[in-house]
Every structure is written in C-alpha cells, then in structure tokens.
C-alpha cells in the first residue's frame, strides 16, 4: 500500500509558496490531488499530509486520542504569541481539563449577557464611522471585536489599562498582517532581536507591554477577589486542580493571550467578509433585511441568533472564506491506512478545511456565494469545519458565531452601506489565518428610516 503522493515542487520553494501565497498553493495542488496528498509546509516538521476528503477528515478526528493524536508542540508555530501554558500547547489530560475550566464561559446564561454586550458596542464603533467617506470595514469589524473580547475575557472596558491593552493588542496583530512579516513564525532563524526598529525586536517589545499590563490585572484581581464577576478572567482564577492548586499567573497570562489573540482576529475577519459577500450580492441582503424586519419593535438578541437566513450567510461565508486554513495537526501513532495510502507512526496530518470546503462533490459552483445551500441541506461536522473538530474544535465557536450574527444584524439594520469599486477583495495571508487582502473598503452612505431600523433601536 504506498504512501500519499508528494507534491512534485522543490520543498523550499512549496514553503515560500505556503507563506506567500497559500490560496494558490493549496488549489494548484488540489488539481493534481483532490483528496490527499504530501506537503512541505514549514511549521509541521518535515511533512504534512494535507486530508481534503470528509471520511478521511472523520476518521482523523474521531480517533484523535488513539490513532491520530493532536499534540500540543505541533502547534509550536503559536508559541511566540501564546507561551508554553497555553491550551494550544497542551495535550492530553492537561488539555482536556483545561478546556472544560474555559468551556462554561461560551455558553449559558453568561451568552445571554454578552448578546447586550456586542449590541451595544457595534452601534458605538458604527456610529463614529463619517459618512460618505470611505473606511476599512476590518478595521473597524476589529475595534467591535477586540472590545468584545477585552470586556467578556477580561471584564475591563474603561480606564487606562484596557486603552493600553487594546492599542498593544493591535499592535502584535498587525505585525504579522502580510506573508512577509508572518514569515517571521514560519521562519525561526528570522527571529532574532536586532533592537527596537527591527520587526523581531518590536514584536518581543510590544508582547512585554502587553504582558506587564496582563499580570498588572490579575495583580489587582487577586487583591480584590470579586467572586460575583462573570468574565472568564474571573472563573480561571477561582478555578482549582485536583490538589486544590490556582494557575499560576504565567497560566492564566498564556490563557489569556490565546483567547484574546484567537478570539478578536478571526471573528473581525468573518464579519469583514460577510458584509463584503452581502453587499456583492443585493439579492442576499434585500433577503436577510426582510427576515430581521419580522422580528418586529422589541428583538431580543437569541431571537437574532436563531435567524435560519441570517444563520445560513454566516455559514456560507465562513465555507467560502475560513478564517482558518487546516484543522491542528493529528500525529499518527500506530500504522494506518487512509483513503487507500499507508501512514506510518510520526506522520502529521491535518484536515484541509479550505479545500474541503471548495470540493465541487459537496458545494456544487463552490467559488459561488449561496447561502441557500445551507437552507437545503444538513453538512455534516466533517463537511463544514471552519471550527475545525475533535478535542481541538474551537472553544470560542459559540461566542464567535453569536458575535457575528449580532454585529451584522445591528449594522444592517440601521446603515446603508456600499463598496468603494469593484475590485474584488482575495483572501491573503495574515498570520496563520486568511483575511480580506484590502481590508473591505466601505462607505456608509446614510441610516436606515426608522421603520426599517427598529431592531437597532430595540436591541440598544
């Protein structure tokens, strides 16, 4: 039984080509290999089986204890940003009572509380937007969901700190915001500290503005001890191991930083493309307001997240444009056979989201922007994965998915907006995710009548 053909390019120049360029290099290599096939992508160790067919992605994710198992220094990549205790970095029992410590706060009651929450603040960032002027709606999808995430993570939406916080955190994000700067966490011999004015040196200079600001907090917190707090800054530091033990501040610091890093960049992305997709297509958005004008003068935010058209246009953008491009990898840990190919133990695989979600057998037009497709069919988890799945499925899916369907909903409801050109927006790299290349120019060319904006008002 042979193993999963290689990719026939040089493997330094695959590598450029994953940084550079991935969109390209993963359809090019899609063409060849609809299914499965070896690549030299730097950040897996040598290889990485790049899994595009859904069977096979279930098999990867409902074995990954045993068979394939998701370790955390495969996901070494992050670790600059993240440190050693972050979940992305655990594996095994650690990781998994980690995420049951942090899963409460995405759910529940505490959602409902959050629904006012991110109401509020997107009508505050709209509202400063000029009119009849263009802006760059991630930027502004980015103010919304840092906010978000800085007042449910930490709790914190005034005073000196979390101005402080929010300007660092933009900062290292948008550090990495082009293939060249991110090549810096691809490439480790490029991290090296030449000084302030070097993208290194700024990069560990920023990170410990942000780090003294983090442990100043929990410094406050832990003299307070205010047991009546939701945010989920407050339940990781009431929370206790089997011995009895808190987490240490370095735990709850690297926590921190992977739930603000991976909460803010990747729902500002989504939301960015959405409004991008549904103003590309009038028909859509003519759609999606006649659905919220049902809910009438007094929506409360659950009524909007259960929404099946609203529902369905966050699907199929996160299907057309994942914020993530592969699930984390899985290492094989006893000879397998997938798909027909032999895999022997060592062996990373990771499941090719972009490409699973362009298969033409599954998304017939696929390139086409159609959120019918999910009022006409149920995909299964292994289908539609921009969560990714198994023990290192997202932990912040529920808030993300709430936030996006709240944030278009407030928006569209109360702007009238339209796009600066034509030109097409392409997803490009940013970091280890995919965002729109230009940002999504935008232009805010009046408010909605009163009639038509009644779910702003309702909702504030």
């Keep these: 039984m042979p193993a999963p053909s290689p990719l026939k390019t040089p493997s330094l120049l695959q590598q450029l080509q994953w940084v550079a360029d991935p969109v390209s290099y993963m359809e090019k290599a899609a063409q060849e290999y609809p299914d499965i096939f070896m690549a030299n992508v730097i950040g897996f160790g040598n290889d990485l089986v790049f899994v595009n067919h859904p069977q096979a992605v279930q098999e990867i994710l409902t074995n990954d204890r045993k068979t394939f198992f998701a370790a955390g220094k495969e996901n070494k990549l992050l670790h600059p940003l993240v440190g050693n205790y972050s979940t992305f970095m655990l594996d095994g029992d650690r990781h998994r009572k980690r995420r049951q410590l942090v899963m409460p706060s995405f759910h529940g009651d505490r959602m409902r509380s959050y629904g006012e929450l991110i109401t509020q603040i997107t009508e505050t960032v709209?509202?400063?937007?000029?009119?009849?002027?263009?802006?760059?709606?991630?930027?502004?999808?980015?103010?919304?969901?840092?906010?978000?995430?800085?007042?449910?993570?930490?709790?914190?939406?005034?005073?000196?700190?979390?101005?402080?916080?929010?300007?660092?955190?933009?900062?290292?994000?948008d550090l990495f915001r082009s293939p060249l700067t991110t090549s810096f966490l691809f490439f480790p011999f490029l991290q090296k500290d030449l000084g302030a004015w070097s993208p290194w040196g700024k990069f560990l200079r920023d990170r410990q503005q942000v780090d003294q600001l983090i442990y100043a907090e929990i410094a406050e917190r832990r003299q307070q001890n205010h047991r009546d707090r939701i945010d989920i800054l407050s339940l990781l530091m009431s929370a206790e191991d089997e011995a009895g033990n808190p987490m240490t501040d370095q735990e709850l610091r690297d926590e921190l930083m992977t739930l603000l890093l991976a909460g803010y960049e990747t729902t500002a992305t989504s939301i960015a493309w959405a409004l991008y997709l549904i103003q590309k297509h009038p028909e859509v958005r003519e759609k999606l307001l006649q659905e919220l004008d049902t809910l009438g003068d007094s929506p409360d935010p659950m009524s909007i997240f259960r929404l099946p058209y609203l529902t369905a246009v966050c699907n199929e953008t996160l299907r057309i444009y994942p914020v993530v491009m592969l699930t984390f990898p899985r290492i094989v840990q006893e000879p397998v056979e997938l798909l027909g190919y032999s895999l022997e133990p060592g062996t990373a695989v990771g499941g090719c989201i972009y490409l699973v979600h362009r298969r033409e057998d599954l998304y017939p037009e696929p390139k086409q922007f159609k959120p019918e497709r999910f009022l006409e069919r149920q995909f299964s988890p292994y289908e539609f994965i921009p969560f990714g799945g198994g023990v290192r499925r997202c932990m912040g899916e529920a808030l993300a998915i709430f936030e996006m369907k709240l944030v278009l909903a407030t928006i569209l409801s109360s702007y009238e907006l339209a796009l600066v050109d034509d030109k097409p927006e392409v997803p490009r790299r940013r970091g280890v995710t995919l965002a729109p290349g230009r940002g999504v120019n935008m232009v805010i060319t009046g408010k909605r009548s009163p009639q038509e904006s009644s779910l702003s008002m309702a909702t504030n």
């Design 126 to 173: 709209w509202s400063q937007l000029p009119t009849d002027q263009p802006f760059t709606t991630r930027n502004a999808t980015q103010d919304i969901s840092l906010q978000v995430i800085l007042q449910t993570v930490f709790g914190v939406c005034e005073g000196e700190r979390s101005q402080q916080l929010r300007k660092q955190l933009v900062l290292i994000a």
